[in-house]
């Protein structure tokens, strides 16, 4: 069974810079699918990127983060990751990891089947 566990939320300045971590227990992470989602207070959980599993080869954003946000995967670290650059006010949120065993594009959280406690990030202006 994996279980994902994120870390490196915290407060910085629009524009800064944050990478979150999602590492995750069990021999077989490297073949899921890993997803960030995030929720900000008072609204709706919504999906921020994904990678496939394996290679990692395809990738998803959210229009919101395109050219800001890059996801990533090490299997050797059993770890994906989440850059974030440039960030602004309306990024704040937990953000959240969940892995799953298949990924639907149109619809990230289908497949997810393991989901993390996640990872405060607050961005000032």
């Known amino acids: 069974q994996v279980e994902v566990v994120e870390s490196g939320g915290g407060l910085v300045q629009a524009g800064g810079s944050l990478t979150l971590s999602c590492v995750a227990s069990?021999?077989?992470?490297?073949?899921?699918?890993t997803a960030w989602f995030r929720q900000a207070p008072g609204k709706e959980r919504e999906s921020v990127a994904a990678?496939?599993?394996?290679?990692?080869?395809?990738?998803y954003y959210t229009d919101s983060v395109k050219g800001r946000f890059t996801i990533s995967r090490d299997n050797a670290k059993n770890t994906v990751y989440l850059q974030m650059n440039s960030l602004k006010t309306e990024d704040t949120a937990n953000y959240y990891c969940?892995?799953?065993?298949?990924?639907?594009?149109?619809?990230?959280?289908?497949?997810?089947?393991?989901w993390g406690r996640g990872t405060l990030v607050t961005v000032s202006s």
């Open positions: 969940a892995a799953g065993t298949r990924l639907y594009s149109s619809d990230y959280a289908r497949g997810m089947n393991v």
């Open positions: 069990g021999r077989t992470f490297g073949s899921y699918a």
């Open positions: 990678i496939t599993g394996g290679d990692g080869r395809i990738t």
